[in-house]
């Protein structure tokens, strides 16, 4: 990412990841979609190059760049396909209680992204 402020997510892919950084800072979220008592709770923390985070199938994740030129980087397990299924989930729901270090009216956030459902409207995955 370019810009700092450039924020992704929530997307929870039919996949698991190990999110690093190859330089530069990020702040991170995740918001667990799977079915069962863990349902909706989230997680935050800055990650740089020193650290490395294991996100499991049915945890949504996002992030947002808190620096310029930023380079995020993550491996799966499985083939990225543009024709995936997965969940995606409203970065600024305010029933998640996110706060993210770039407020929403400053945040660089596709158009998708921004459309993303509600908690409320998100049904539990199931593997």
Request: proline share 6%; hydrophobic share 40%; net charge negative.
């Given at each position: 990412?370019?810009?700092?402020?450039?924020?992704?997510?929530?997307?929870?892919?039919?996949?698991?990841?190990?999110?690093?950084?190859?330089?530069?800072?990020?702040?991170?979220?995740?918001?667990?979609?799977?079915?069962g008592p863990s349902f909706?709770?989230?997680?935050?923390?800055?990650?740089?190059?020193?650290?490395g985070v294991f996100v499991?199938?049915?945890?949504?994740?996002?992030?947002?760049?808190?620096?310029?030129?930023?380079?995020?980087?993550?491996?799966?397990?499985?083939?990225?396909?543009?024709?995936?299924?997965?969940?995606?989930?409203?970065?600024?729901?305010?029933?998640?209680?996110?706060?993210?270090?770039?407020?929403?009216?400053?945040?660089?956030?596709?158009?998708?992204?921004?459309?993303?459902?509600?908690?409320?409207?998100?049904q539990p995955m199931e593997?």
């Amino acid at each position: 990412n370019i810009q700092k402020g450039v924020t992704r997510g929530l997307h929870a892919e039919p996949w698991e990841k190990f999110i690093s950084m190859a330089n530069g800072k990020v702040f991170c979220a995740w918001v667990d979609l799977r079915k069962g008592p863990s349902f909706g709770k989230k997680f935050t923390l800055e990650i740089t190059p020193e650290i490395g985070v294991f996100v499991p199938r049915g945890i949504a994740n996002g992030y947002q760049s808190l620096e310029d030129n930023v380079t995020y980087t993550y491996l799966v397990n499985d083939h990225w396909s543009r024709d995936a299924k997965y969940q995606a989930l409203n970065l600024f729901d305010n029933d998640l209680g996110i706060v993210w270090p770039i407020p929403k009216d400053q945040a660089i956030v596709s158009d998708k992204d921004l459309v993303n459902p509600a908690l409320k409207e998100i049904q539990p995955m199931e593997f």
